[in-house]
């Protein structure tokens, strides 16, 4: 049972992942204020550039008479620096907001435990670490991003009761040249959930030419993710959904190419190619990335040990023959099921 310092923090957490992808690339943070036992303000971070979730939080106080005796939950360490907003910690301080209670501490260096510093030096109660393992999961992106240098990585395929994630198809031959269905409806709102959470989405050459794919959410809403596609000798022709402008992609080649509908990134295939596209992803600013395929992509994450989190969807068919699924050599952190599908979460604690 939580306690109630706690049931505040989750609701401070509910309300954060309201904001998930419209913060970027700002974590998107939630807060609560409480007077007397009652929550007076609450809020999430804005769309990057606007408001913070302090501010949105305190803003949304009719009484600011009563900040003065109030208790300010919040899912990370307010911030100390100067960036698009002002420092929360010093509207925080301001307010005369007399006790804080924090989720988890923000690693990003230019806060790193100064906003706990501003309010400690200005007299305020501060507790940090109120459900911080569920604080830690909620800004699990932004932290990857600024301390490993990278997206954070989640992989998620479909495989059969028989463990194959596809038929074996001939890209040239058009019986062939269709995506093959492994789960249910069910799991595909599932999917386009997850894509809605992810900054970005990732595919292979082939996959791209088997399945001709959009890549969006359209069984889910929210926003699309930015597209990323490996095509080495950019052999997915120009007239696939991919190259159709309607969100921003990123394709990774080895040839000289150009386009106003898509953005090439040209990288050296003889070496590792991972550390390379990290290195672009990092740059331009992608915090999460969903790797949903084929095989040979998958594999090359899970050979290079270079991922977070895995979705494997389980349909109730059997293909008896086919391309076999990759395999993870780590416990299911967790199973669900959706209709007649079983979903495995696996996390990679590293």
């Not at 992803?281 to 270079?306: A, P």
Request: a neutral charge.
């Amino acid at each position: 049972m939580l306690s109630t310092h706690e049931t505040y923090m989750q609701r401070a957490v509910s309300l954060a992942k309201k904001g998930t992808r419209l913060a970027y690339p700002n974590p998107c943070v939630g807060a609560v204020i409480v007077c007397d036992g009652k929550i007076i303000g609450e809020g999430y971070t804005s769309a990057y550039g606007g408001p913070h979730a302090e501010v949105n939080a305190i803003n949304s106080v009719t009484d600011e008479n009563l900040l003065s005796k109030s208790t300010l939950y919040v899912t990370l360490e307010p911030c100390a620096h100067y960036g698009k907003t002002p420092p929360c910690a010093n509207l925080i301080e301001a307010k005369n907001i007399p006790k804080i209670y924090i989720g988890c501490v923000d690693t990003f260096a230019a806060v790193a435990g100064k906003g706990i510093e501003i309010l400690l030096k200005a007299g305020r109660e501060v507790h940090v670490g109120v459900l911080e393992e569920e604080c830690l999961e909620l800004h699990k992106r932004f932290f990857t991003y600024h301390n490993k240098k990278r997206p954070y990585i989640i992989l998620k395929w479909a495989e059969t009761q028989d463990g194959f994630i596809d038929k074996v198809r001939d890209v040239n031959h058009i019986n062939d040249a269709k995506p093959t269905w492994i789960s249910n409806d069910l799991s595909k709102q599932k999917v386009h959930q997850i894509r809605a959470e992810e900054h970005a989405i990732m595919v292979g050459t082939n996959t791209a030419l088997k399945d001709n794919p959009n890549l969006n959410t359209r069984s889910y809403g929210g926003v699309s993710p930015i597209r990323i596609l490996i095509d080495r000798n950019l052999r997915v022709p120009s007239n696939y959904e991919l190259y159709n402008g309607e969100v921003k992609t990123i394709i990774f080649t080895e040839k000289e190419a150009d386009s106003d509908k898509v953005q090439y990134e040209k990288i050296d295939f003889s070496k590792n190619m991972l550390p390379q596209i990290m290195e672009v992803l990092y740059k331009e600013k992608i915090q999460s990335v969903l790797v949903e395929g084929g095989k040979q992509l998958l594999e090359t994450f899970i050979d290079e040990n270079l991922w977070d989190e895995a979705f494997v969807f389980v349909g109730d068919k059997e293909f008896k023959t086919g391309v076999s699924a990759p395999v993870l050599k780590i416990n299911v952190e967790k199973n669900f099921t959706l209709g007649f599908n079983t979903v495995k979460h696996y996390k990679n604690k590293q």
